[in-house]
């Protein structure tokens, strides 16, 4: 058996064009989606990946704006770059770009976001939202992660679902979204990490198995049932001397041998990747629309949405 590759990056390419289109639609009501992102100190991951979500709101037609802080940044003044965010009419999303510096700081700084704003649903505010299944915006990789499985035409109704790692980003929504009634979720959901005892003892019973350990190669062939679906969310770099950069990337499973035993399996890269920032794209049009029907609604005057 040879797994059908689940192309994220096509995904993600459909996506954008129908974000496109319809960010488009709401600029034609005088309305267009504003992202800002703050930066602190020089991590060259942070300022590749920040320069990646600039380039994408570029090409949706949304406007984007970016601070950088240097690495020795207050909270105080870190704050207040948040603050001035909250209040400016033409941002809808906020993107504090994580890691901080100073990580002690970075539970006041997501607390200080809007949540209206929250387009990277990490605030207290939406993650407890998101526990009771109420409208809220979802964290970018887990919401990319159910869209492939929709797009993909991968059931998760009744499906035994085993997820493997439990950080706040990834495997805990996750875990959560894919358990509750939804078209996304009806899942029976195992949570499993790096404390779990035989973890292949939970593995081999997955219809749909999700690596998100951050350890490169812990799902082996041997850990996978036949005819499962993998879902790889790792981005691991190994030294590779023939490579320009002189490492590459792997994902959290054995690629080439999994592939082999499955149904259907993820690639790292191109898999669950490019699906974060379209994701991000996905809540800032939505936050701009919801910004545009609570000012519709309020009776606020027509010039409003010109200077929006």
Request: proline share 5%; aromatic share 2%; glycine share 8%.
């Amino acid at each position: 058996m040879t797994a059908k590759i689940l192309d994220g990056k096509a995904i993600a390419q459909q996506m954008r064009a129908e974000l496109k289109a319809a960010t488009a639609q709401l600029k034609a009501q005088g309305v267009t989606p504003g992202l800002a992102v703050l930066l602190v100190g020089d991590n060259p991951a942070s300022r590749s990946y920040v320069a990646a979500k600039e380039k994408a709101c570029a090409e949706a037609g949304m406007h984007s704006e970016e601070v950088r802080l240097p690495a020795t940044a207050t909270q105080e003044q870190i704050l207040a770059v948040v603050q001035r965010f909250n209040l400016d009419p033409r941002v809808h999303g906020i993107l504090v770009q994580l890691p901080l510096p100073d990580t002690a700081m970075e539970q006041a700084v997501i607390a200080m976001i809007d949540p209206a704003k929250d387009v990277d649903g990490f605030h207290p505010l939406s993650v407890g939202r998101m526990m009771l299944g109420l409208p809220t915006f979802l964290p970018c990789t887990p919401h990319g992660i159910l869209h492939i499985l929709k797009r993909s035409g991968i059931r998760t109704d009744g499906a035994q679902v085993v997820v493997v790692g439990r950080s706040n980003i990834v495997g805990r929504p996750l875990a959560n979204l894919l358990s509750q009634k939804s078209e996304f979720g009806n899942a029976t959901v195992t949570l499993c990490h790096t404390r779990t005892r035989d973890l292949a003892k939970h593995t081999l019973q997955a219809d749909i198995l999700i690596a998100a350990a951050g350890r490169a190669c812990t799902i082996t062939a041997e850990m996978v049932r036949a005819g499962a679906v993998v879902i790889d969310v790792g981005v691991n770099r190994v030294p590779d001397a023939t490579a320009k950069a002189g490492y590459r990337l792997i994902g959290d499973v054995d690629y080439d041998a999994v592939k082999e035993k499955v149904a259907a399996i993820t690639p790292v890269p191109g898999g669950v990747g490019p699906m974060t920032i379209t994701m991000l794209l996905f809540n800032t049009l939505e936050s701009a629309r919801r910004a545009a029907a609570r000012h519709a609604a309020s009776g606020a005057r027509g010039d409003w949405l010109a200077r929006s």
